[in-house]
């Protein structure tokens, strides 16, 4: 027996079936079988609906919950259906205090309910590559949110302002009707104006969207929660102790956690079909974790396991393809590919995707084109992907196994010295254009033969269409504060047009990472 099979099968909440089911469809993903076996979700019909029973049904409770909240807030009537019962999961999702205070601007939480879901809190918090100097940084993913309390309070809101819940109730397919959409579940039909897809990655709706298409990259990530660690209350944001091993590079995370220490091995990966199993990485983990945190396994109370893929595009976000449906949360890959934050990721734009559905909703502005412009292109988010295909590495590629770790090595030593101002919006997966164009430069000159090792191991393809992303993250850089100083004349534009003007401003914003200071 394996100590993975060890240790999981006796942990409470069948922790070995869950692994092994997420690998069943990891191997799916890797196998390109996942797409073929489902029949399609959605289906367009020429006839009118005769009455409509709500403004937006959401698929999908985690992160569908949150949108929601925000809408029914507004005054639409919204009904959100939920698979299995709407509650958060037994984890801690990590997130920086400055971004919770959306809930507070939206008015979703009270102060002493944001304070009631914060159940950690750590400062400074480490980054360190093998051979290399600590870099620390404060007010960084330092904040523990217990998932469990902040779905029940959203739930709650949600409730108290007329929102329509049905757990047990799966999404099944939907019918694209000139006026509306009908969605079938279990208690429906529901016939709606709008429908969000909130069901994650693997979402129906999604695959059907993707037709079959391999994600460009995978993050896999392992790892646990457990008690008996010798006393440390420090927080890594990455970490790597080893060179590349099996055409892999190791990077760990590690935060305090209410009920113990959460320890996370993740690795960035294409999709090929030789790429490990979770099963094999959680061994992995388990092996490396007693260098890592100075611990024997056998001296540790585990409480939970925790595992996942994040699968990522280079055409990322999704825009709409069909009429009335618009993608939320990780189904509409609007996470960075460097992280597998996608909490973080909702809560940096909900108040963005609350007042467009919002004026969406008011002007009519539901065919395809106008919610695409609910998920614009982001350049900010498109430049990460260099720095995904930088840290990882073919499965036929050969390389110096300590490339990766140089690479990282001079690039934060640079950030370090240009200065928080940098480093921190870069750690909060918001890319802007001085700062990355201010460390290029930099690593340019300390390491140019470094550089040219890099440009070889992506390849000029990659390079040159990250180029271009590049252009536009300084084009939007410099749009934005032009196009904002306008917004006032947008008043005596007609609710389409008002659509559209706030839409390019927002995409400006968040595609120029200018929306940081704003959380
Ligand atoms: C180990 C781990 C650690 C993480 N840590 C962090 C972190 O520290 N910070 C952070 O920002 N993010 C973190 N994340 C990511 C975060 O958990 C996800 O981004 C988030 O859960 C995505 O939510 P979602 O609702 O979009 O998709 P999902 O989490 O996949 O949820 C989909 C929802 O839709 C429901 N659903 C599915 N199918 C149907 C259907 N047919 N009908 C109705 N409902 C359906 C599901 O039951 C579920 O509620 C972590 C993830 C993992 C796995």
Sequence with gaps: MSQTELILSNLPGNALANLRRVDELWHGVRSGSSSSAIPPAIYESSEKIDALDCDVVIAGGTLGIFIAAALVRQGWRVALLERGMLRGREQEWNISRTEMNTFLELNLLSLQELEDVIVTECNPVRIQFLGGPEVWVRDVLNIGVDPVVLLNLLKAQFLADGGKLFEKTAFEKAVIHPNGVTVYADGGPFKTRLLLDAMGHLSPIVRQARKGQKPDGVCLVVGSCAQGFPENEQADL?????????????????????????????????????????????????????????????????????????????????????????????????????????????????????????????????????????????????????????????????????QINKLLITVFREMEHLGEGVLKPFLQDVVQFSGLSQTMIRTAIADPLLIARIVEHVGPSTLISWLGHYLNLGAYSTLYPLAKSLESWTSALSPTQRYRVHRWLDSWEYGSGSDLGSH
Excluded at 373 to 387: C, D, G, I, M, S
């Design 238 to 402: 990455m970490v790597s102790l080893t060179p590349m091993q099996q055409q892999c590079q190791y990077f760990w995370e590690a935060f305090p956690a209410r009920d113990g220490r959460t320890t996370y091995l993740f690795t960035y990966v294409d999709a090929h079909p030789s790429r490990p199993r979770l099963e094999d990485l959680f061994e992995e983990y388990l092996d490396l974790l007693p260098r890592y945190q100075n611990t024997e396994v056998k001296d540790l109370n585990f409480q939970r396991a925790l595992f996942g893929f994040f699968p990522s595009y280079q055409q990322g976000p999704l825009g709409s393809v069909w009429n009335r449906i618009l993608a939320i949360g990780d189904s509409s890959g609007n996470q960075s590919p460097l992280s597998f934050g996608g909490f973080g990721a909702m809560v940096r734009h909900l108040k963005r995707l609350g007042n467009g559905i919002d004026e969406a909703l008011q002007s009519d502005a539901l065919s395809r084109d106008a919610l695409n412009w609910l998920q614009p292109y982001q350049p900010n988010l498109a430049v990460t992907w260099l720095f995904q295909r930088a840290m990882s590495i073919g499965v036929d590629q050969k390389t110096d196994p300590d």
